[in-house]
């Protein structure tokens, strides 16, 4: 079977919701991968264990690190998947910007909980299809290291984070698991999804504030 | 399966029956069906594979609540109680008990150069691990345990999970990787070394701990998924599939603690999990 028969069996299988932007990413070289990722985790790690700035200047530059490095349009969309197109324009647009909130708020609620993290590249890279997979270590002061698989696509020439996976498990999948389960658990409206986000945003941003 | 019915019954099917008895409600409980005329909806549910969705968010609840008022104080306290040398110690000694599985699923497998590992291992760690109680084998031969299970053998076979399943205490799993479980229990040696009280004692020690060790090694994951995911029943039913699937492919073997059952929580959400933690 090619790449290209079982992308098309897989985006038929997932309700085909990147099928439009295919055409788009084209293949992803193994060491430009591995070290826009470096350069990236270089740059979140830095901005994460500067100390003296206070926790909304580090969001803000952790911020402007995932707007660069991550595929947020992509992934958001892949996330919402099916609901996507069921979700009226509005829906959309606010879905995109809570998303990209949630994203950044994730890790500078965290800020506390990472405090002095490291971060290195780890041994095997490795292509998978269009993507390139690069595995990394994070360590952190008094827990356990772990590894991080990040998942690097070519948007538009541009390599761009596509998902990152944990001992085996997707983070969009996940989270596409999730954010579905929450729509259908509330009658298939989008608007529930919305709500439980901003909710979530506002919990997350208490917690930003309870770890400086 | 066709050492199922030839399974001796008392352990097996006696831990089995109450499961599987738990499971007729479910006829009745089934999840409404997507619109066939959608294939979106379709799709996704057959991606899920949680036809019985509305039974196992019950039982998903009763879990929670024995979780809350059970396994987790009581992880927490062990963890404030005993020693981090000693906890990984006994989390040691419950991997390497689990040898005789581990090695007879690498076995089963045909994966000679794992069943080398995982016997090597036990012969080091009884011996200068001292009973099992260091992993010896790991620090100083550099040989890392990993964990194989009858779920995993029986999937390797090609014998499909079939419907998820959430099962209180025990977590998520599925009838194939349920089965693997009884299995597991069935033809572990320890199950069949005698009988009376002080046997009954010691493998009830047994399971008691590897509930103790396993939910003391989850509570930052699992807290996390209760704190912030909008759905953690979601959120488990896929980790818990994601990094099933991880696991019979072994392409991950940091994935599981070496004392992980077969099943549910015992191999893990998937979520930051304790990755060294076993040989510390």
Same mark, same amino acid.
């Given at each position: 079977m090619t790449a290209f028969d079982r992308r098309l069996l897989l985006g038929v299988a997932l309700g085909a919701p990147l099928a439009?932007?295919?055409?788009?990413?084209?293949?992803?070289?193994?060491?430009?991968?591995?070290?826009?990722?470096?350069?990236?985790?270089?740059?979140?790690?830095?901005?994460i264990n500067d100390t003296r700035a206070d926790a909304a200047t580090r969001r803000q530059r952790v911020a402007a690190v995932l707007r660069r490095a991550v595929d947020i349009e992509g992934v958001g969309r892949f996330i919402l998947g099916r609901w996507w197109r069921q979700a009226s324009a509005a829906e959309q647009q606010e879905y995109m910007k809570l998303f990209e909130e949630t994203l950044i708020r994730n890790l500078s609620a965290r800020f506390g909980e990472y405090q002095g993290v490291r971060f290195s590249l780890g041994r095997s890279q490795q292509r998978t299809e269009d993507d390139v997979l690069v595995n990394t270590i994070i360590e952190r002061p008094n827990s356990a290291p772990f590894a991080l698989d990040w998942r690097v696509g070519d948007v538009n020439g541009q390599p761009k984070v596509v998902d990152v996976i944990a001992e085996g498990t997707s983070l969009r999948l996940t989270q596409r698991s999730e954010y579905s389960s929450v729509i259908q658990q509330n009658g298939g409206r989008v608007a529930a999804l919305l709500d439980a986000m901003k909710r979530q945003i506002q919990q997350l941003a208490a917690r930003e504030g309870g770890t400086r | 399966m066709p050492f199922l019915s030839s399974t001796p019954s008392r352990p097996g099917r006696g831990r089995l029956l109450p499961a599987l008895a738990l499971l007729l409600p479910v006829l009745a409980a089934c999840a409404p069906r997507p619109d066939p005329a959608d294939p979106d909806a379709v799709a996704e549910f057959r991606q899920v594979n949680d036809p019985i969705e509305p039974f196992n968010r019950a039982m998903f609840s009763v879990h929670q609540g024995i979780d809350r008022f059970v396994l987790r104080p009581v992880a927490v306290g062990y963890r404030d109680v005993v020693p981090q040398p000693v906890r990984t110690g006994v989390r040691n000694v419950l991997g390497n008990l689990r040898t005789p599985v581990i090695l007879a699923n690498d076995m089963l497998q045909?994966?000679? =150069?794992?069943?080398?590992?995982?016997?090597? =291992?036990?012969?080091?760690?009884s011996t200068l691990g001292v009973g099992g109680i260091f992993d010896v084998a790991s620090s100083w031969f550099g040989v890392r345990g990993h964990t194989e299970d009858y779920g995993q053998t029986l999937a390797v076979w090609g014998l499909g999970e079939g419907a998820y399943l959430f099962i209180p205490v025990l977590g998520p799993s599925n009838p194939r990787d349920l089965a693997g479980f009884g299995l597991g229990i069935a033809s572990d040696p320890l199950t069949w070394v005698g009988q009376g009280a002080a046997v009954d004692a010691l493998t009830g020690t047994r399971a008691g701990a590897t509930v103790v060790d396993t939910r003391e090694s989850l509570i930052e994951p699992l807290d996390a998924v209760n704190r912030d995911s909008l759905d953690p029943y979601a959120t488990l039913r896929s980790a818990y599939r994601q990094r099933r699937n991880a696991e019979i492919r072994n392409t991950n073997d940091s994935v599981a603690p070496s004392a992980a059952g077969s099943t549910g929580f015992g191999t893990g959400t998937g979520i930051q999990p304790p990755r060294r933690s076993d040989r510390e």
């Open positions: 439009a932007a295919m055409p788009a990413r084209a293949q992803q070289d193994i060491g430009r991968a591995a070290s826009f990722i470096q350069a990236t985790g270089q740059e979140l790690v830095a901005a | 045909g994966e000679p =150069r794992r069943a080398g590992d995982t016997l090597g =291992r036990f012969l080091i760690n």
